[in-house]
């Protein structure tokens, strides 16, 4: 019966990380060297993300949205316009990544205001948040209708 419930557990573990949306695995999704310096356009080597951020509003599939050192500065304010309809993503992983801090600000102010959500998971380890964006994610945590299982802030600052 044991080995049958760590057979259990460990199936229902891999249809979650099945379910996690891991951009450091998507091709393109750093920004190209030539691009850094570039403020205006786009390139066709670059893989946009307001396409995905849009259908993430209404995502009921995935449970884990995770940018991990991909480099991308709007994946904090892009989370928060699909944060302030989405009911089922679970995990937010923000970690290492150089996302303005008014794009926290903005997704704390989205978790603040969506009821429904689900978020129990936070990681902004090594993320740039400033005392603003400290303070609007501290009210969304006050307003979460739940309990928030795991917070990672290590290194912020």
Same mark, same amino acid.
């Not at 991990?68 to 990544?97: D, F, P, Q, W, Y």
């Not at 380890?125 to 303070?135: H, Y």
């Not at 945590?141 to 600052?157: I, K, M, Q, T, V």
């Given at each position: 019966?044991? !080995?049958?419930?760590? /057979?259990?557990?460990?199936?229902? +573990? #891999?249809? +979650? ?10 091709? /393109?999704? +750093?920004?190209?060297? *030539?691009? @850094?310096?570039?403020?205006?356009? *786009? ?27 991909? $480099? ?5 304010? /892009?989370?928060?316009?699909? @944060? ?12 290492? =990544? %150089?996302?303005?801090?008014? $794009?926290?600000? =903005?997704? /704390? #102010?989205? &978790?603040? =205001? ?6 129990? %998971?936070?990681?902004?380890?090594? %993320?740039? &948040?400033?005392?603003?964006? !400290? #303070? ?5 945590? !006050? !307003?979460?209708?739940? $309990?928030?299982?795991? &917070? =990672?802030?290590? +290194?912020? $600052?």
């Amino acid at each position: 019966v044991t !080995a049958l419930a760590c /057979g259990i557990r460990d199936v229902q +573990e #891999q249809r +979650e990380s099945d379910r996690e949306l891991d951009f450091s695995q998507v091709p /393109g999704i +750093e920004k190209p060297a *030539s691009l @850094m310096n570039i403020t205006m356009g *786009s390139s066709e080597d670059r893989f946009e993300l307001a396409p995905v951020f849009a259908a993430l509003k209404y995502n009921v599939f995935f449970h884990s949205v995770v940018f991990n050192n991909v $480099g991308r500065r709007e994946a904090a304010s /892009g989370l928060a316009t699909c @944060m302030r309809t989405n009911r089922h993503l679970r995990k937010i992983v923000i970690a290492h =990544e %150089s996302s303005a801090s008014s $794009g926290f600000v =903005e997704l /704390g #102010q989205a &978790l603040k =205001e969506n009821k429904h959500h689900s978020v129990v %998971s936070l990681d902004f380890s090594r %993320s740039a &948040l400033d005392d603003k964006a !400290a #303070q609007a994610l501290s009210e969304a945590f !006050a !307003a979460f209708p739940h $309990g928030l299982l795991h &917070l =990672e802030l290590s +290194e912020c $600052g």
